[in-house]
C-alpha cells in the first residue's frame, strides 16, 4: 500500500511538471512561432498553447509598434555643408515568422539601415532643401527602409528627422541672410507707400489748382494745428513770389500816389488818394501770401 501511494504520487508530480512545460500563454500582442525539432511548423495565435515539452519551442513575437532613435550623424550636403541630423523611426512586425527565422536581430539591423539611409538621403539634397522639405527626406528614408525591411517581416510606420545642427558660421550667415531680405521687403513697402502717396499729392495738388482758396484754407488749417502745441517760434511758409510781385505793386503805387500829392500841394489842389486807398484795400486781401511768423 505504502509502495502505490509512491507510485500514485509520482505519477501526479511528473504530470504537473509536464502540464507546467505545456503549457504556453501568449499576449494579445503577440504572436508564437513554434518550432518542432527544429522546424517552424506554425504561428500559434493570442490565447492559451499547448506544446510537447522538450520537443517543441515556442518563441513569442511582439506586433507592437516600436519607436527607435537614430542617433545624430555627421553628413555632408550637395552643396558641401556639413551638418549633424538625427532622426528616429517608428516600425512593427508584421510577419512574426520571418522576422524570427530570415533575420537574427531585427532591431539591430534595422538600426543600422535606418543610419545609412538617413546619409544617403540627406547627402542628394542641399542644405536649403534639407530645411524646408523635411516630408519629401522622410518619405524618400521610410521607402528605402520598407524595400529592404518588408523581406524582414518589419513595416517601417514613419520615419522623422529630429534634430539638425549646423556649424556657428552657418547660422551667423544665415542670420544676416534673413536680415537683409527683411530689409528689402521693408524698403519695398516704404516704396509702395511713398508712390501712393505721391499720386494722392497729385490729386490733392489738381484739386488746389482748380480752387485756389482751398491752399489758403489749408495753410489756416495747419497753422491752427501749429498752435496746439505751444510753440514759442513757428516759421510757416506761404507762397513767396506771389507775395514779393504784390509788395512790389504796392510799393510802386504808393510811389505814385505820393508824387501826385505833392504836385497838388505845389499846385496847391486837393490830392486824391483813392488809389492809395484801394492799394491799401488790395494789400490787405494778400495778406495771406506772405511768409508767416507766429510767436508763441
Same mark, same amino acid.
Given at each position: 500500500?505504502?509502495?502505490?501511494?509512491?507510485?500514485?504520487?509520482?505519477? +501526479? /508530480? #511528473?504530470?504537473?511538471? =509536464?502540464? @507546467?512545460?505545456?503549457?504556453?500563454?501568449?499576449?494579445?500582442?503577440? *504572436?508564437? %512561432?513554434?518550432?518542432?525539432?527544429?522546424?517552424?511548423?506554425?504561428?500559434?495565435?493570442?490565447?492559451?498553447?499547448?506544446?510537447?515539452?522538450?520537443?517543441?519551442?515556442?518563441?513569442?513575437?511582439?506586433?507592437?509598434?516600436?519607436?527607435?532613435?537614430?542617433?545624430?550623424?555627421?553628413?555632408?550636403?550637395?552643396?558641401?555643408?556639413?551638418?549633424?541630423?538625427?532622426?528616429?523611426?517608428?516600425?512593427?512586425?508584421?510577419?512574426?515568422?520571418?522576422? +524570427? /527565422? #530570415?533575420?537574427?536581430? =531585427?532591431? @539591430?539591423?534595422?538600426?543600422?539601415?535606418?543610419?545609412?539611409?538617413? *546619409?544617403? %538621403?540627406?547627402?542628394?539634397?542641399?542644405?536649403?532643401?534639407?530645411?524646408?522639405?523635411?516630408?519629401?527626406?522622410?518619405?524618400?528614408?521610410?521607402?528605402?527602409?520598407?524595400?529592404?525591411?518588408?523581406?524582414?517581416?518589419?513595416?517601417?510606420?514613419?520615419?522623422?528627422?529630429?534634430?539638425?545642427?549646423?556649424?556657428?558660421?552657418?547660422?551667423?550667415?544665415?542670420?544676416?541672410?534673413?536680415?537683409?531680405?527683411?530689409?528689402?521687403?521693408?524698403?519695398?513697402?516704404?516704396?509702395?507707400?511713398?508712390?501712393?502717396?505721391?499720386?494722392?499729392?497729385?490729386?490733392?495738388?489738381?484739386?488746389? %489748382?482748380?480752387?485756389?482758396?482751398?491752399?489758403?484754407?489749408?495753410?489756416?488749417?495747419?497753422?491752427?494745428?501749429?498752435?496746439?502745441?505751444?510753440?514759442?517760434?513757428?516759421?510757416?511758409?506761404?507762397?513767396?513770389?506771389?507775395?514779393?510781385?504784390?509788395?512790389?505793386?504796392?510799393?510802386?503805387?504808393?510811389?505814385?500816389?505820393?508824387?501826385?500829392?505833392?504836385?497838388?500841394?505845389?499846385?496847391?489842389?486837393?490830392?486824391?488818394?483813392?488809389?492809395?486807398?484801394?492799394?491799401?484795400?488790395?494789400?490787405?486781401?494778400?495778406?495771406?501770401?506772405?511768409?508767416?511768423?507766429?510767436?508763441?
Amino acid at each position: 500500500m505504502n509502495a502505490l501511494t509512491v507510485v500514485v504520487i509520482l505519477v +501526479v /508530480v #511528473v504530470m504537473l511538471i =509536464v502540464a @507546467a512545460l505545456s503549457i504556453r500563454v501568449v499576449f494579445q500582442y503577440q *504572436r508564437g %512561432v513554434l518550432f518542432r525539432l527544429g522546424r517552424v511548423v506554425a504561428v500559434r495565435q493570442p490565447g492559451l498553447n499547448f506544446i510537447i515539452p522538450v520537443i517543441d519551442e515556442l518563441k513569442r513575437v511582439s506586433m507592437r509598434i516600436v519607436t527607435m532613435p537614430i542617433q545624430s550623424q555627421g553628413i555632408i550636403t550637395r552643396d558641401n555643408v556639413s551638418v549633424d541630423i538625427s532622426a528616429v523611426a517608428y516600425f512593427r512586425v508584421i510577419d512574426a515568422q520571418k522576422s +524570427v /527565422v #530570415v533575420i537574427e536581430n =531585427v532591431y @539591430a539591423a534595422i538600426d543600422q539601415i535606418a543610419q545609412t539611409t538617413l *546619409r544617403k %538621403v540627406v547627402g542628394q539634397h542641399t542644405l536649403d532643401q534639407t530645411l524646408s522639405e523635411t516630408d519629401a527626406i522622410n518619405a524618400d528614408i521610410r521607402t528605402i527602409l520598407d524595400t529592404t525591411t518588408l523581406e524582414w517581416g518589419v513595416e517601417v510606420t514613419l520615419v522623422e528627422l529630429k534634430d539638425i545642427q549646423l556649424p556657428d558660421g552657418m547660422k551667423r550667415a544665415m542670420a544676416r541672410q534673413a536680415e537683409a531680405e527683411r530689409e528689402k521687403r521693408a524698403k519695398i513697402i516704404a516704396a509702395e507707400g511713398e508712390s501712393l502717396a505721391a499720386a494722392a499729392l497729385g490729386e490733392a495738388s489738381d484739386t488746389m %489748382v482748380a480752387h485756389p482758396l482751398a491752399l489758403q484754407l489749408r495753410n489756416l488749417q495747419t497753422l491752427v494745428e501749429l498752435g496746439v502745441d505751444k510753440n514759442t517760434t513757428v516759421v510757416f511758409p506761404a507762397p513767396l513770389m506771389s507775395a514779393i510781385s504784390d509788395i512790389g505793386g504796392f510799393f510802386a503805387r504808393e510811389t505814385a500816389a505820393a508824387s501826385t500829392t505833392g504836385q497838388a500841394s505845389a499846385t496847391g489842389s486837393t490830392p486824391t488818394v483813392d488809389g492809395a486807398v484801394d492799394s491799401s484795400h488790395e494789400w490787405s486781401m494778400n495778406q495771406s501770401a506772405v511768409p508767416t511768423k507766429v510767436t508763441g
